[in-house]
């Protein structure tokens, strides 16, 4: 956990200090505010930013290769975007998905409509039986059960860039810039120095997860090249949120009129049309936020509304109290079964990732003291 000197809220947003690489600023302004500030946004030289995209295609498609670039895909929104940003500038790219153990239907025929969209596709399955026993010990080391799904949507599409020779891979949003991060991770590049930044492996090797069942054979397909291998490769990664106004809603909105549909509720924090294409490990993943930061995943969907000048502070924080805090027991119950544990099990992971830095026990319940929200239902 972050070594917090005082447990604080942005004066703009409404997340607090313990959300990983988010920062406050002398005036209480968190760094992902001050980034998507409606006059910081407004000043941003979208032109030149095109002209920029326009000059890196040009340059790869000279390189004549049979695919111009590769696209890592859910079936989301997201994906979705990437794929008409592709297609609109007339390049032709290879669409990789990992394989969710949890995909869901309607994230099944989110993606199907995202390959009749004119794409080919690899849809990579990995062993079950070793993605099963990695996502248990990642949910037990780290309380996050998506260490090796973020390995696999970064490690495969490189391998395949490489293996292919294909020299762009197009990312969505820069989290660094949306969600809060240093300066010099804003740009329009991934790098494996982004990568380990922002945890897709908390900032371990590869080799930190080898034991009797899980070595340096079996987790191949989890482990991310080397930035030396990449640049001998002359492969270019970026992402398409630096060069082209990001936001959900937005995204959404056009990833619709081309096939995309939602959900009729939504599947974690608030939005129907995000986190849909998984039944329960994206949902375990944004419970333990409450558990780990004191915040949950309709902070991070409210916090983006308010940032886009949609709603105001006083009123989403109406909203949050009037919410309060829900178990997901289904899922609960989903990814018990397919781990294999007990809800006891369970629950003694949970417990054992509780920050007790903001945590405290008030008589037999715990609370966050100085909590955002007046008279909370803990």
Not at 42 to 63: A, D, H, L, N, P
Not at 191 to 202: A, D, H, I, M, S
Not at 358 to 377: A, C, G, H, R, T
Request: include cysteine.
């Amino acid at each position: 956990m972050r070594n917090l000197k005082k447990y604080k809220y942005c004066k703009i947003c409404i997340l607090p200090n313990t959300r990983p690489n988010l920062k406050l600023n002398s005036n209480g302004i968190c760094n992902a505010c001050d980034n998507n500030n409606i006059k910081k946004i407004k000043e941003i030289k979208w032109k030149q930013r095109k002209k920029k995209f326009i000059q890196i295609i040009k340059k790869v498609k000279k390189r004549n290769c049979t695919y111009d670039c590769v696209i890592p895909v859910s079936g989301g929104k997201d994906s979705t975007w990437q794929v008409l940003i592709a297609l609109k500038y007339k390049l032709k790219p290879l669409c990789v998905s990992w394989k969710s153990p949890a995909r869901n239907m309607l994230g099944q025929k989110n993606l199907n409509n995202l390959i009749n969209l004119g794409v080919d596709h690899l849809d990579v399955s990995l062993n079950p039986i070793i993605e099963k026993k990695f996502i248990l010990k990642a949910f037990k080391k780290f309380g996050n059960p998506l260490i090796p799904m973020h390995l696999a949507l970064h490690a495969i599409p490189v391998k395949i860039a490489i293996e292919k020779k294909i020299p762009l891979i197009l990312w969505g949003e820069n989290s660094a810039y949306e969600y809060g991060g240093d300066k010099k991770f804003k740009g329009y590049e991934m790098t494996n120095k982004w990568r380990k930044n922002f945890g897709v492996n908390e900032g371990k090797n590869i080799s930190y997860w080898f034991d009797d069942n899980l070595n340096k054979r079996n987790l191949d397909s989890y482990s991310i090249p080397s930035s030396e291998l990449i640049k001998k490769f002359k492969i270019n990664e970026i992402f398409l949120g630096y060069f082209f106004d990001w936001s959900p809603k937005k995204i959404f909105n056009i990833s619709k009129k081309f096939g995309f549909k939602s959900a009729k509720e939504p599947k974690t924090g608030l939005y129907k049309f995000a986190d849909i294409d998984d039944e329960f490990l994206i949902t375990i993943h944004h419970l333990m936020k409450w558990y780990k930061f004191g915040f949950t995943r309709e902070w991070d969907n409210l916090s983006i509304e308010i940032r886009k000048n949609n709603i105001s502070r006083k009123n989403v924080i109406k909203i949050l109290k009037n919410l309060g805090f829900k178990k997901p027991k289904k899922e609960i119950d989903l990814f018990c079964k397919y781990l294999s544990i007990k809800k006891s099990k369970f629950y003694e992971i949970v417990e054992k990732h509780r920050n007790k830095k903001i945590w405290f026990k008030n008589n037999s319940k715990w609370i966050i003291k100085n909590f955002l929200i007046d008279k909370w239902k803990w």
